[in-house]
Nanobody, 126 residues
Framework: QVQLVESGGGLVQAGGSLRLSCTAS????????MGWFRQAPGKERESVAA????????YYADSVKGRFTISRANDKNTIYLRMNSLKPEDTAVYYC???????????????????WGQGTQVTVSS
């Protein structure tokens, strides 16, 4: 069993920055894929960014390319999402997710993931 805990959300003005963190605890022995998703009210949960175990392979949604950066510190069982140039449309609950058996692959679909954090709210004001 793996537990994921996000932190770093909050209220920020358009153009500002936030850094989200997600720390995994529990059964985290091997290589695992992780990613960030977000869900706004009335919207589908969408993949924001994803990263393979090595950190060398990443994915970004078109809407965040050039603004967001995903990274991981495997020794800390932590991934990060640095969000720059935030826009009101970035407002959502952000979730991190983990899949324990496919660490060499960048996973971009919600159904690919087995473990989820509780989410952290990001609100961008105009």
């Amino acid at each position: 069993q793996v537990q994921l805990v996000e932190s770093g959300g909050g209220l920020v003005q358009a153009g500002g920055s936030l850094r989200l963190s997600c720390t995994a605890s529990g059964r985290t022995f091997g290589s695992y894929a992780m990613g960030w998703f977000r869900q706004a009210p009335g919207k589908e949960r969408e993949s924001v960014a994803a990263i393979a175990w090595s950190g060398r392979s990443t994915y970004y949604a078109d809407s965040v390319k050039g603004r967001f950066t995903i990274s991981r510190a495997n020794d800390k069982n932590t991934i990060y999402l640095r969000m720059n140039s935030l826009k009101p449309e970035d407002t959502a609950v952000y979730y991190c997710a983990a899949e324990l058996t496919r660490g060499t692959v960048v996973l971009t679909r919600a159904n690919d993931y087995d473990y989820w954090g509780q989410g952290t709210q990001v609100t961008v004001s105009s």
